[in-house]
């Protein structure tokens, strides 16, 4: 989600729990982690520890650093400005479906206008605006054919009508049918990926795609409507932010910001008032930019007050039955879902890891109650409909060696006597936030993407920015969180399902170029020229374990940002804490979401709402139109992508 429009930095949590960002002050003050010791004995001891099947971790007279290894191979690149991609020597990237491409050659929408003129029923066979969270599923194991399934997280309306509004029932449509995910079935042919026009495999999923509800809160009365009284069926997924995917095969798109599709055409007191779930949800109390109340009952919350209830769910898509009904899986809990990333335990229960995007919001896991068999469909295909959802606190006070605090995952059940307040898991699973709300879960700065070693299975999650462009005040502590932090954890004994763990800071993004009173806001001693950046968002690992951090932030290169470019991707070795920068995308732009072929050789990611501003007009260049679109990221040498 840009940070134009970043009605994330408004929080919505009126809980008093305790700030992550004062732990963070605490514990850089006291330990002098990283601000002190730099990158040393506290690095490595936290992955060297993490190999060890997590022990006890080192202490700050531990052994001298490791020598760097060779993980990141190639040299980091300057900043840019330019409306263009940038890549590190040696590397090429290319443009793959941009937003209005065709997947199929006859019907509507098997031409791409160029104008926008395309009406409801061309985009809904079009690939959507807003490219975001994005995964290769390799076609029998192959690295030259596969499905690019993505998501398409929301759209930028002056872009998509010819006259930049939304003015008819038709468009409302067009901008539903813009929203959610495209499976692409693409291969590459003399070293060029292209799509696969008309296979039966290619697919929109969009804001009017009949998808199922799921898990302990499907059919509840929370989730019933005027045309869904079984509270089992809906229409469209929305706001499909970051991914995921299982190891059986699936593809999990996360619905992130949901409430702003919802609002009122009754703008009349007292017929406004928003219930504490609606108001916690951020609902608009009045009528919405896309005008979808208009159009539809079911986005006015006073018509259909349960229809927001069946939105802000992980939903499980099967990629190869372009037949199968997506499911929205209400196990995993409703809340602004970044991304999901899974960790296997030892005894077969998957974990998988979620963050909250909201200003001051939470950390959540969900355990699965059955076990993930290797090749059993059968046995894998609900494994997301029954387990237990905890959400997390992060406790102050180092106890063990270097790192910078323990944690625990609290159970959201009916049985914690913290939610006593609530009658069914149903209910706790609609009301997620509230309920995490009354546990004292600790408030973090705008939870993104959570990533999961390889092999280590420790965690990272990027913490974005507390205050989004609120860049003025130096001096103030708070301003730290304008640039946005990576934090990681160890679940104790290596045990994705664990109780406990312990935490501390990867990197806190910063400005070498900038001084302020306030430390923090010059980040961590890992930050430099090569790699400065501000709100670290996209975080992936691939097989070898270089974590891939992509950026969504303040592209304006002035002030607290000088130096820092249009938004960029950048490589980290996890256990010198190096980080180089690899890419930088065009104007007004994040990057964002990743993937990789098995082979390692092709990475695809995505750039999202260049010229948001108004002032890009890639990729075609000219007076285009600007495009979402895939980059295709090559070796020259026909290497792995980051050697
Ligand atoms: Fe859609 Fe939080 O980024
Ligand atoms: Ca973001
Ligand atoms: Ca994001």
């Not at 009605?7 to 004062?22: G, I, K, V």
């Not at 890639?618 to 895939?630: I, L, Q």
């Given at each position: 989600?840009?940070?134009?429009?970043?009605?994330?930095?408004?929080?919505?949590?009126?809980?008093?729990?305790?700030?992550?960002?004062?732990?963070?002050?605490?514990?850089?003050?006291?330990?002098?982690?990283?601000?002190?010791?730099?990158?040393?004995?506290?690095?490595?001891?936290?992955?060297?520890?993490?190999?060890?099947?997590?022990?006890?971790?080192?202490?700050?007279?531990?052994?001298?650093?490791?020598p760097a290894t060779d993980l990141l191979g190639f040299t980091a690149i300057p900043v840019s400005t330019t409306d263009e991609v940038k890549i590190a020597a040696g590397y090429s990237a290319s443009v793959l479906a941009p937003w209005g491409t065709p997947l199929f050659s006859t019907g509507a929408g098997s031409t791409w206008a160029g104008d926008a003129s395309e009406d409801a029923a061309a985009q809904a066979r079009q690939m959507g605006d807003n490219h975001d969270g994005i995964?290769?599923?390799?076609?029998?194991?192959?690295?030259?054919?596969?499905?690019?399934?993505?998501?398409?997280?929301?759209?930028?309306?002056?872009?998509?009508?010819?006259?930049?509004?939304?003015?008819?029932?038709?468009?409302?449509?067009?901008?539903?049918?813009?929203?959610?995910?495209?499976?692409?079935?693409?291969?590459?042919?003399?070293g060029v990926w292209n799509i696969v026009v008309d296979s039966s495999y290619n697919r929109r999923i969009t804001g009017n795609t009949l998808m199922q509800l799921t898990g302990p809160a499907a059919a509840d009365a929370l989730l019933q409507t005027t045309a869904d009284t079984t509270g089992t069926q809906v229409y469209g997924t929305l706001n499909n932010c970051g991914n995921g995917w299982t190891p059986w095969g699936t593809y999990l798109t996360c619905e992130e910001n949901f409430n702003q599709y919802f609002g009122t055409t009754n703008t009349a007191s007292p017929g406004t008032t928003r219930d504490t779930n609606q108001t916690r949800y951020g609902?608009?109390?009045?009528?919405?930019?896309?005008?979808?109340?208009?159009?539809?009952?079911?986005?006015?919350?006073q018509k259909e007050p349960k229809e927001a209830n069946r939105f802000g769910w992980i939903v499980e898509i099967d990629p190869f039955d372009a037949a199968s009904t997506?499911?929205?899986?209400?196990?995993?809990?409703?809340?602004?879902?970044?991304?999901?990333?899974?960790?296997i335990a030892a005894n077969g229960r998957v974990v998988v890891y979620m963050g909250d995007d909201q200003a001051n919001d939470y950390i959540y896991k969900f355990v699965s109650t059955g076990t993930y068999i290797e090749g059993n469909i059968a046995n894998n295909r609900d494994l997301l409909d029954s387990g237990t959802l905890y959400v997390a606190k992060f406790n102050d006070g180092a106890t063990t060696g270097d790192m910078m605090g323990t944690g625990e995952w609290m159970p959201m059940t009916t049985t914690n006597p913290a939610l006593a307040?609530?009658?069914?898991?149903?209910?706790?699973?609609?009301?997620?936030?509230?309920?995490?709300?009354?546990?004292?879960?600790?408030?973090?700065?705008?939870?993104?993407?959570?990533?999961?070693?390889?092999?280590?299975?420790?965690?990272?999650?990027?913490?974005?920015?507390?205050?989004?462009?609120?860049?003025?005040?130096?001096?103030?502590?708070?301003?730290?969180?304008i640039y946005g932090q990576i934090l990681r954890w160890r679940e104790a004994g290596g045990d994705p399902t664990a109780?406990?763990?312990?935490?501390?800071?990867?990197?806190?993004?910063?400005?070498?170029?900038?001084?302020?009173?306030?430390?923090?806001?010059?980040?961590?001693?890992?930050?430099?020229?090569?790699?400065?950046?501000?709100?670290?968002d996209g975080l992936g690992f691939d097989s070898a374990g270089r974590l891939w951090i992509q950026t969504d932030g303040n592209y304006s290169n002035a002030g607290n940002y000088a130096n820092q470019g249009n938004n960029q991707m950048l490589c980290a070795n996890p256990t010198t804490k190096e980080i180089r920068r690899f890419f930088v995308g065009p104007v007004?732009?994040?990057v964002t979401g990743m993937t990789f072929t098995p082979d390692s050789k092709t990475m695809f990611i995505?750039?999202?709402?260049?010229?948001?501003?108004?002032?890009?007009?890639?990729?075609?260049?000219?007076?285009?139109?600007?495009?979402?679109?895939?980059?295709v990221i090559t070796k020259n040498d026909g290497g792995v992508i980051g050697t």
């Open positions: 989600m840009t940070h134009l429009v970043d009605s994330e930095d408004l929080p919505t949590n009126p809980s008093a729990n305790e700030h992550f960002q004062r732990l963070v002050e605490r514990a850089v003050n006291r330990r002098g982690f990283m601000l002190k010791t730099g990158v040393g004995a506290a690095a490595v001891a936290f992955l060297s520890a993490g190999l060890s099947g997590c022990g006890g971790g080192g202490d700050a007279a531990a052994p001298a650093p490791a995964h290769y599923f390799a076609i029998n194991g192959k690295s030259d054919e596969g499905l690019l399934v993505m998501n398409h997280e929301y759209t930028n309306v002056g872009y998509l009508f010819t006259n930049g509004v939304v003015d008819s029932l038709d468009d409302a449509n067009k901008d539903l049918n813009a929203h959610g995910v495209a499976v692409v079935h693409i291969k590459r042919t003399a609902l608009s109390s009045g009528t919405t930019s896309r005008k979808y109340e208009q159009y539809f009952d079911r986005f006015d919350w997506p499911k929205k899986r209400t196990a995993l809990g409703r809340i602004k879902h970044e991304n999901a990333a899974y960790a307040a609530y009658a069914s898991q149903a209910e706790i699973l609609v009301n997620t936030r509230l309920a995490a709300d009354a546990m004292g879960a600790t408030p973090m700065d705008r939870p993104e993407w959570v990533a999961v070693h390889p092999t280590t299975k420790e965690v990272y999650v990027t913490l974005t920015n507390n205050s989004g462009r609120s860049t003025t005040n130096d001096a103030n502590p708070r301003t730290a969180n109780l406990t763990f312990e935490w501390d800071l990867f990197v806190l993004a910063g400005n070498p170029t900038i001084t302020q009173a306030n430390s923090l806001n010059n980040g961590s001693s890992n930050v430099n020229a090569n790699n400065t950046f501000n709100s670290p007004e732009c994040e995505n750039i999202q709402h260049p010229g948001e501003g108004g002032n890009s007009h890639w990729p075609e260049g000219g007076a285009a139109r600007p495009r979402s679109a895939t980059i």
